[in-house]
């Protein structure tokens, strides 16, 4: 079956740095876009950071400039590493496969406080 794994988020200090992992299986890797959208309490599920199968990314304007998309594709792994942190991206972090309509991860909770 499809399976999208995160791993790495937690508790980080404002201005402090994760990275998120996602390890898929069950998919062809190479051919899909992959992303990573985030969903905080109250508040609508939101594209962070999209790659596409050629390597070229786009951000949330929010993130830009701070956040980092890449994948490996020999591993079937996709990244997400955050530098300067902010209290605002504390959220749960999903791991997606083909956008909306395409697979999700179960989640990795990120939370950026004090």
């Known amino acids: 079956q499809v399976q999208l794994v995160e791993s790495g988020g937690g508790l980080v200090q404002p201005g402090g740095s994760l990275r998120l992992s996602c390890a898929a299986s069950g998919i062809k890797f190479s051919i899909y876009s992959m992303g990573w959208y985030r969903q905080a309490p109250g508040k609508q599920r939101e594209l962070v950071a999209r790659?596409?199968?050629?390597?070229?990314?786009n951000y949330a304007d929010s993130v830009k400039g701070r956040f980092t998309i890449s994948r490996d594709n020999a591993k079937n792994t996709v990244f997400l590493q955050m530098n300067s942190l902010k209290p605002e991206d504390t959220a749960v972090y999903y791991c997606n496969a083909a956008g909306s309509n395409g697979f999700w991860g179960q989640g990795t909770q990120v939370t950026v406080s004090s």
């Open positions: 790659i596409t199968t050629g390597g070229i990314t």
